[in-house]
């Protein structure tokens, strides 16, 4: 019986969960990337010489992580609907009910969220990269922009790459609570698979599955990705 | 132990097989047709002054670098001789003063023109060598990428072009075969020669050395300094900021004595090594200073 | 008019925010709480010199870190209360739904997650103590008990301390997760409030600034306790 | 420099103010009435081996420590000289051998009664003390709480007890005044002596030393070996690994030359340090070791 709900035939839940799957990977890889944006920004900025640049970078990480998943993507579902219909309502007269996209808000939020847990491993590993590998950069008279992309930014990815792997894992767990939006990603799926047949258990665990089975397949990719990065240094003698 | 070490390189300078036992000033001035007066002059600090918060570490230090120089700077630590070998090249901003790259006035910090400004001292930077102490190499980056970076994103020579140069600079420090090496698989000289032909590679006016052999064991310096011995024969302009005495009386052309910020004394090795010396410097050389003979 | 529904009078959600606040507050530090069990057991599991311990350990922390926290809780609501059925309708021959208490399932799920990320920072505090703190308490022939007690554990808990914070504030936030069982703490409070009043934005604002308040005061209280068991570290000197 | 600075702190232990320049076997014979073979035999290891993975580390070592006896265990690193002293208090267990404490058979890892066994193990350490070489006091715990930790839970001291006790070893060890200090305010010196203290507290028959000077810099070995001196001349039974191979020359009333995991020569030291040594203790004592004089 359970095959039969799982399978991808009529009165089967596959081709459901399988879409859900897909959209959760296309979600989460979209919020993860949009998130190294604000992540990125922020880590510049709490470097920043500037006071109320480490202040404003300081809010945003404080506040974003202060405050449940949950209840960001809330705030965002709701203050952009609510933004929107007012400026609909001033501008056209429109006063009726505005649904607004459903996987952008999840990416913004989402993504917003993954920043503020990015710019954390982002400035701890620019910070870890030593002065004089720089200053012997600027020595050669390199333009700034070559400093940054050609040796800051590459020594900063080895550093990076473990927390940036839990950034990415938090994340991908994360686009589940978009499910409340109604966005079809697979928590959704198992959800309304769960609802109309009476099988919760079933359809929530294989949707555990699904999720295992990313993270699992995520970390062998960072993992590959992080010896790559380590060529050269003393440990990876061949 | 390290005493011992230090002292064995130090012999080995001075007693080791060395085809280059020569008055700098003198050679300087074969090699150059015209009188030592006429020779382009590369670098001029002009009293320049540098603060560290509430610490002066330079009160008013000029210093002159014509081409063909070889110019140590000893003095013992915090005497300010690094702090001025990185305002040279514009790593720390001087304070007050000028400073003057072939004739050129360079501008500091809170130039009206920041963009110009930073174009400048790109321009002054790719011009003038720097050999750090911690050699700084880029540990991402194979040997020969090393070498080629700099030919290749300021010069704007072609890959191949910067690999072939970078080849013939290796060659010359003596390290072919490392082409493909990491640096964190060479030792610390052979990792200092590198550095040394990554100054090279961008073919300098002068290159300056901020401490080249203090972070080497004992037992590697003799190979760095016989690289920087042949460099100085080549007629390279050179300022060294340096502990090694023995290898500043036998290859510098001038020796600047830093004390407290200031210049306290500078002339040729020959008179200061000899008894014309100020009683200060005396007693920095009889073994006040660090790692001196 | 935001400030009449907030209030504590009539049409005020006053009273019914102020006790979803102190559910939250109960949820979360019995959360974190009963998570120290399985996590320190977990810790100690992964240092033991049984292979099969190691492995439990392994496999607990890796499944809850890589299933999405709400799934988790889904997956204990259903799971516990399918099992607790069918136990029932076994034994009594009672077929009908029976609801599980959604405090102890909310603890019981939340305080596995948090052990989960509790067991890797108590691990590593352990680890950190120099085997030599533990030889000398050896060499004096203080029994194993006293040993643990009183040299291993403050030393690791001055290590762990900054690390349990952030399991804190996760678990904190976590709790938030649990409204979706149905128990009323500030999420859910908020939730309703915003069904009712159809102000949603206000109230999960104020849910909002409530969180951020409680993660403001526990950071302080973790501070204070940072402080004080880093006395006799050379930093500390007076 | 860590060469001077060790050769002088041998110096000053052989040639500063020394109250205490005796035989020790003679001194353990006057305070003790009856002959040198009837003292109660402390601690007896007997063809005790370890290995560590494919590695052996001790190759059958016997080894009997008496009332009164000052032993220093020396030899190169690798020799197998702190695993012995530390399998005499069963920080690591032998893999072969027996060992016994006043007369009473230890038994080791794998006995049947694994409750039995570790009480008993439990009750050997609380009378035998050990020094560390990296001190290994408790960081968290005041000096004061440091020395009251085994009276007061091994001993079963009250608090009130511990801390008379205490205050009295520290004063013994010239600490006084430094009861509240943490360990870390200490220097490594003084570390040491608290650490001497917190084995002498618990009156143990014997104490066992793990090169206690050897990570204490050089101006700071003496004031450690002068308390290890004294407790020498007031008749402490001590097993000593050391590296100071003048402090073992005066104070130890038996050398055991450890080589390869063997004993390869032992006997009073005036014989050992005299003509009489065999040869591989010769080349160690001239210098083959480190930090031999």
Not at chain 1, 126 to 143: F, H, N, R, T, Y
Not at chain 2, 103 to 109: C, K, L, V, W
Request: glycine residues 10%.
């Amino acid at each position: 019986m359970t095959l039969t709900l799982l399978s991808f035939g009529p009165g089967g839940w596959g081709s459901t969960l399988l879409i859900g799957a897909l959209m959760t990977i296309a979600v989460a890889v979209t919020s993860f990337a949009f998130g190294l944006v604000p992540g990125a920004l922020a880590a510049m900025a709490s470097r920043s010489p500037h006071a109320w640049l480490r202040a404003l970078a300081l809010v945003y990480t404080t506040l974003v992580r202060g405050i449940p998943e949950l209840l960001v993507i809330y705030l965002f579902f709701f203050g952009t609907s609510s933004m929107i219909m007012a400026i609909v309502r001033l501008s056209f007269g429109y006063g009726g009910y505005i649904e607004v996209n459903a996987f952008a808000i999840g990416v913004l939020s989402v993504g917003l969220i993954s920043g503020a847990y990015s710019a954390e491993v982002i400035r701890g590993a620019i910070a870890s990269v030593p002065k004089g590998q720089v200053e012997a950069a600027m020595a050669l008279g390199l333009k700034r922009w070559v400093i940054v992309s050609r040796i800051l930014f590459p020594q900063a990815l080895r550093v990076a790459l473990p927390g940036l792997n839990n950034v990415w894992q938090t994340t991908l767990k994360d686009t589940s609570l978009i499910s409340v939006t109604g966005l079809a990603e697979i928590m959704r799926s198992a959800n309304m698979a769960a609802g109309v047949t009476h099988e919760p258990f079933t359809f929530y665990l294989v949707a555990a599955l699904i999720y295992l089975l990313f993270t699992w397949g995520s970390a062998r990719l960072f993992a590959r990705a992080e010896i790559f990065s380590g060529r050269g240094l003393k440990e990876a003698r061949p | 132990m390290v005493m011992d070490g230090c002292c064995l390189a130090a012999d080995d300078e001075t007693t080791g097989p060395d085809p280059v036992r020569i008055d700098r000033k003198a050679t300087a001035g074969d090699r150059d047709p015209g009188a030592a007066a006429d020779r382009e002059t590369i670098i001029e600090a002009d009293n320049l002054e540098k603060w560290f918060g509430a610490h002066k570490v330079l009160d008013g230090v000029s210093l002159e670098a014509n081409r063909g120089d070889v110019i140590a700077i000893v003095g013992s630590s915090g005497s300010g001789k690094s702090t001025l070998l990185r305002c040279m090249n514009l790593l720390e901003t001087p304070d007050a003063g000028s400073l003057r790259f072939r004739g050129e006035q360079i501008a500091f910090d809170g130039a009206p023109h920041e963009r110009a400004r930073r174009k400048q001292v790109e321009r002054l930077r790719s011009q003038v060598g720097m050999v750090f102490q911690a050699f700084n190499l880029w540990d991402h980056r194979t040997v020969l990428e090393n070498l080629m970076e700099g030919p290749r994103f300021v010069l704007g020579l072609s890959r191949r072009e910067a690999a072939d140069r970078a080849r013939a600079y290796l060659a010359k420090v003596g390290l072919s075969g490392k082409e493909n090496a990491y640096p964190a698989h060479l030792s610390g000289g052979q990792q200092q020669r590198v550095a040394i032909a990554r100054a090279l590679a961008m073919a300098p006016h002068a290159i300056l050395f901020d401490e080249p052999t203090s972070a080497l064991d004992p037992e590697l310096v003799g190979e760095v300094l016989r690289v920087m011995r042949q460099l100085a024969a080549e007629g390279t302009t050179m300022v060294i900021v340096t502990h090694e005495m023995a290898f500043a009386r036998d290859v510098a052309s001038r020796l600047v004595f830093l004390q407290g910020g200031r210049v306290a004394a500078q002339g040729a090795p020959r008179d200061l090594f000899g008894g014309g010396a100020p009683q200060r410097l005396r007693d920095f050389l009889s073994g006040g200073g660090e790692r001196a003979p």
